[in-house]
Protein backbone atom coordinates (compact mmCIF):
# COMPACT_ATOMS: atom_id res chain seq x y z
CA UNK A 1 0.00 0.00 0.00
CA UNK A 2 1.32 3.19 -1.25
CA UNK A 3 2.05 6.16 2.34
CA UNK A 4 -0.73 8.21 0.35
CA UNK A 5 -2.77 5.58 0.42
CA UNK A 6 -1.98 4.73 4.13
CA UNK A 7 -2.90 8.28 4.71
CA UNK A 8 -5.91 8.85 3.10
CA UNK A 9 -7.22 5.80 5.00
CA UNK A 10 -6.69 7.55 7.84
CA UNK A 11 -8.62 10.68 7.29
CA UNK A 12 -11.18 8.80 6.39
CA UNK A 13 -11.32 6.41 9.18
CA UNK A 14 -10.84 9.86 11.06
CA UNK A 15 -13.42 11.56 9.66
CA UNK A 16 -15.62 8.31 10.56
CA UNK A 17 -14.62 8.36 14.18
CA UNK A 18 -15.58 12.02 14.82
CA UNK A 19 -18.70 11.58 13.07
CA UNK A 20 -19.46 8.88 15.13
CA UNK A 21 -18.37 10.65 18.31
CA UNK A 22 -19.88 14.37 17.39
CA UNK A 23 -23.56 12.25 17.02
CA UNK A 24 -23.08 10.42 20.19
CA UNK A 25 -21.97 13.69 22.48
CA UNK A 26 -25.02 15.49 20.70
CA UNK A 27 -27.79 12.85 21.57
CA UNK A 28 -29.44 12.88 24.58
CA UNK A 29 -26.88 10.52 26.44
CA UNK A 30 -23.91 12.54 25.30
CA UNK A 31 -25.07 15.27 26.64
CA UNK A 32 -25.57 13.76 29.87
CA UNK A 33 -22.11 12.10 29.84
CA UNK A 34 -21.02 15.68 28.84
CA UNK A 35 -23.02 16.97 31.94
CA UNK A 36 -21.81 14.43 34.42
CA UNK A 37 -18.48 14.93 32.85
CA UNK A 38 -18.15 18.54 33.43
CA UNK A 39 -19.47 18.11 37.57
CA UNK A 40 -16.62 15.29 38.09
CA UNK A 41 -14.47 17.69 36.59
CA UNK A 42 -15.71 20.51 38.62
CA UNK A 43 -15.40 18.40 41.49
CA UNK A 44 -11.68 16.95 40.51
CA UNK A 45 -10.77 20.57 40.50
CA UNK A 46 -12.21 21.54 43.67
CA UNK A 47 -10.55 18.55 45.79
CA UNK A 48 -7.16 19.46 44.03
CA UNK A 49 -7.36 23.40 45.26
CA UNK A 50 -8.05 22.30 48.64
CA UNK A 51 -5.13 20.03 48.99
CA UNK A 52 -3.15 22.77 47.42
CA UNK A 53 -4.42 25.11 49.81
CA UNK A 54 -3.63 22.46 52.98
CA UNK A 55 -0.15 21.98 51.24
CA UNK A 56 0.60 25.13 50.95
CA UNK A 57 -0.55 26.23 54.56
CA UNK A 58 1.72 23.11 56.01
CA UNK A 59 4.51 24.62 54.12
CA UNK A 60 4.07 28.40 55.71
CA UNK A 61 3.68 26.46 58.84
CA UNK A 62 7.53 24.89 58.56
CA UNK A 63 8.97 27.49 57.30
CA UNK A 64 7.67 29.75 60.20
CA UNK A 65 9.05 27.52 62.37
CA UNK A 66 12.04 27.18 61.20
CA UNK A 67 12.35 30.76 60.85
CA UNK A 68 11.91 31.13 64.54
CA UNK A 69 13.92 28.31 65.17
CA UNK A 70 16.49 30.28 63.54
CA UNK A 71 16.31 33.75 64.75
CA UNK A 72 16.16 31.66 68.59
CA UNK A 73 19.14 29.92 67.41
CA UNK A 74 21.07 33.24 66.16
CA UNK A 75 20.04 35.11 69.33
CA UNK A 76 21.83 32.90 71.50
CA UNK A 77 24.96 32.52 69.80
CA UNK A 78 24.32 36.21 69.56
CA UNK A 79 24.38 36.53 73.62
CA UNK A 80 27.01 34.07 74.30
CA UNK A 81 29.26 36.01 72.13
CA UNK A 82 28.17 39.17 73.99
CA UNK A 83 29.26 37.36 77.35
CA UNK A 84 32.46 35.79 76.09
CA UNK A 85 33.09 39.57 74.77
CA UNK A 86 32.52 41.09 78.27
CA UNK A 87 34.55 38.19 80.38
CA UNK A 88 37.57 38.61 77.72
CA UNK A 89 37.16 43.04 78.30
CA UNK A 90 37.11 42.13 82.16
CA UNK A 91 40.23 39.70 81.98
CA UNK A 92 41.74 42.11 80.12
CA UNK A 93 40.79 44.92 82.71
CA UNK A 94 41.71 42.89 85.56
CA UNK A 95 45.42 42.17 84.12
CA UNK A 96 45.73 46.17 83.06
CA UNK A 97 45.26 46.59 86.79
CA UNK A 98 47.71 44.03 87.96
CA UNK A 99 50.68 44.89 85.78
CA UNK A 100 49.93 48.32 87.17
CA UNK A 101 50.04 47.83 90.46
CA UNK A 102 53.77 45.12 89.87
CA UNK A 103 54.44 48.32 88.15
CA UNK A 104 53.97 50.92 90.60
CA UNK A 105 55.95 47.87 93.71
CA UNK A 106 58.99 48.51 90.72
CA UNK A 107 58.80 51.78 90.86
CA UNK A 108 58.58 51.86 94.90
CA UNK A 109 61.45 49.42 95.22
CA UNK A 110 63.51 51.66 92.52
CA UNK A 111 62.89 54.49 94.60
CA UNK A 112 63.81 52.88 98.08
CA UNK A 113 66.93 51.91 96.73
CA UNK A 114 65.93 48.25 97.26
CA UNK A 115 65.94 47.10 93.40
CA UNK A 116 68.62 48.31 91.11
CA UNK A 117 68.12 49.86 87.59
CA UNK A 118 70.78 47.55 86.32
Do not use: C, P, W
Amino acid sequence: MKDSSKILLAMGLGTIAGGIAGYYLNSDEGRHQRKVAAKAAKKRKAEASAKIEEVTEQAKTVINDLSAKAKDYIAQVSNKAEETMEEAQSSFQKGMEKAKSKAKQVEKAVANGSLSAN
